[in-house]
């Protein structure tokens, strides 16, 4: 099974991130949290302590255009706070 994930960098993930050593990632929303885990350890070269996970449901979008009404959906993704050891941080810009 293929796991896409994406760090999330946003201001209230970052002060999240300082205070508790706890960073967030987007998943896919079929991983589950010992998938999360091991690919958060290979990636980062840390040690992972606790993964807690959230899913959100995709939202419904519409918009007005002169043709009519467009309706969409965004997709649902999980969201993952990833805790690691204490003294240890992940640089989420080392493997740009």
């Given amino acids: 099974m293929n796991i896409d994930i ?10 999240y991130s300082e205070k508790e ?9 079929d991983a ?11 990636l980062y070269n840390v ?17 007005y255009t002169k043709s009519g009404i467009l309706r969409g959906q965004k997709p649902a993704y999980k969201k993952a706070y990833v805790t690691v050891a204490e ?8 493997n740009i």
């Fill in 21 to 29: 050593n706890c960073y967030t990632f987007a998943v896919s929303p």
């Fill in 6 to 15: 994406k760090p999330l960098v946003t201001e209230k993930a970052n002060a």
């Fill in 87 to 94: 003294g240890q941080k992940i640089d989420y810009y080392s």
């Fill in 32 to 42: 589950n949290k010992f998938q999360i885990k091991d690919l958060v350890e290979k």
């Fill in 47 to 63: 040690r992972v302590v606790r993964v807690n996970t959230a899913n959100y449901a995709g939202k419904r979008k519409q918009r």
